[in-house]
T-cell receptor, first 114, second 109 residues
Framework: IAGITQAPTSQILAAGRRMTLRCTQD?????MYWYRQDLGLGLRLIHY???????GKGEVPDGYSVSRANTDDFPLTLASAVPSQTSVYFC?????????????FGPGTRLTVL | GQNIDQPTEMTATEGAIVQINCTYQ??????LFWYQQHAGEAPTFLSY????GLEEKGRFSSFLSRSKGYSYLLLKELQMKDSASYLCAVSPNDYKLSFGAGTTVTVRA
């Protein structure tokens, strides 16, 4: 039982490069989320998806894009990375929207943009 | 926007009790969550409150007062493995969560 997997575990990236962070869940959860976590700021929502085929913007969406072609996969793309995108990125999923919607988190990707 | 406040750090002794407070001001309320996050790891779910009152789950309890915009997480019989960050998160609407910055708890022998 894998739950949620993320790849890569860590990455060092030159500014201006394109990067896709991968996220896959095997729990058949409807909703998926991408967060970034920075010291002193906590987890901030970048993008989310209610269900396959739909996506929405979170609190800090600029510079990021997502797609949800199927239930299991929710990749996050940085089109042209900048140093301020250095962070730890967590993918999460939840069974359904609404009350008591516990989110399960992946192990995270540590990204450094130089 | 959402505003969720919790202390930055707390220190306690093994076997003691620690209470982590969380106050929130959000545009709506659909429940409050507590997560535990060990250093270098993913957050894991601890508790969920949507009605006023105390929810007990083993050594951990969580309390909610919606009228006061206030919650606390109570950790009893502290163990060294409880050293971690504790994240308060509010669901303002639907299913999205807004997180506080987290409280780092250090348990000392």
């Amino acid at each position: 039982i894998a739950g949620i997997t993320q790849a890569p575990t860590s990455q060092i990236l030159a500014a201006g490069r394109r990067m896709t962070l991968r996220c896959t869940q095997d729990m058949r959860h409807n909703a998926m989320y991408w967060y970034r976590q920075d010291l002193g700021l906590g987890l901030r929502l970048i993008h989310y998806s209610n269900t396959a085929g739909t996506t929405g913007k979170g609190e800090v969406p600029d510079g990021y894009s997502v797609s949800r072609a199927n239930t299991d996969d929710f990749p996050l793309t940085l089109a042209s990375a900048v140093p301020s995108q250095t962070s730890v990125y967590f993918c999460a999923s939840s069974r359904l929207a609404g009350e008591g919607n516990e989110q399960f988190f992946g192990p995270g990707t540590r990204l450094t943009v130089l | 926007g959402q505003n969720i406040d919790q202390p930055t750090e707390m220190t306690a002794t093994e076997g003691a009790i620690v209470q982590i407070n969380c106050t929130y001001q959000t545009s709506g309320f659909n429940g409050l969550f507590w997560y535990q996050q060990h250093a270098g790891e993913a957050p894991t779910f601890l508790s969920y409150n949507v009605l006023d009152g105390l929810e007990e789950k083993g050594r951990f309890s969580s309390f909610l007062s919606r009228s006061k915009g206030y919650s606390y997480l109570l950790l009893k019989e502290l163990q060294m493995k409880d050293s971690a960050s504790y994240l308060c998160a509010v669901s303002p609407n639907d299913y999205k969560l807004s997180f506080g910055a987290g409280t780092t708890v250090t348990v000392r022998a």
